[in-house]
């Protein structure tokens, strides 16, 4: 992995009630979901993670979660579940980030402009167990957000379809 990312902000204050959320996320966080696995994507300075990414001005959420997805890993999504909210500091502000499940129903072929230089699924899945322990992880999935939604993300990844797990 290249680039320092020891500085990368941790997340707190990580819950799981729509209900508290803010009006509007500063990015989206998504685990999207192909064929009873996790798509992870490969940025050339954290490393693998999931795909996600800021809020363009005016964009609502679900529709950052469906461009960066594309954007990211080529993906076209069907069922789009909220299932966390936590916070980190960005450039001094404390920002929320919301969390999303998503099943994948097309890959295509990512822009040329995206940031991502692979695209993969792991075999096992990368569970947070296991993700802590390898270095070309990134550090979004070592934190506790990866850990605490786990439940959520395997749950889906046993049935294979977010609207069967997640209703």
Not at 22 to 31: K, Q
């Amino acid at each position: 992995m290249k680039g320092d990312v020891s500085s990368w902000p941790r997340a707190f204050g990580l819950h799981t009630n729509r209900n508290q959320c803010c009006e509007r996320p500063h990015s989206v966080l998504i685990f999207p979901v192909l064929f009873h696995n996790l798509v992870w994507v490969h940025h050339p300075i954290r490393g693998w993670e999931v795909p996600g990414g800021k809020l363009e001005p005016g964009e609502e959420a679900l529709g950052a979660v469906r461009r960066e997805a594309y954007e990211e890993a080529g993906l076209e999504l069907g069922a789009v579940f909220w299932i966390a909210e936590y916070q980190i500091v960005f450039e001094g502000q404390v920002v929320p980030k919301w969390v999303f499940v998503a099943d994948v129903v097309d890959v295509r072929a990512r822009p040329n402009t995206s940031e991502i230089d692979d695209v993969q699924v792991f075999h096992p899945v990368l569970d947070p167990t296991r993700a802590r322990t390898r270095q070309n992880v990134s550090p979004i999935m070592k934190d506790i957000v990866y850990q605490r939604v786990w439940p959520t993300v395997e749950r889906v990844l046993h049935t294979g379809s977010v609207s069967e797990a997640c209703l």
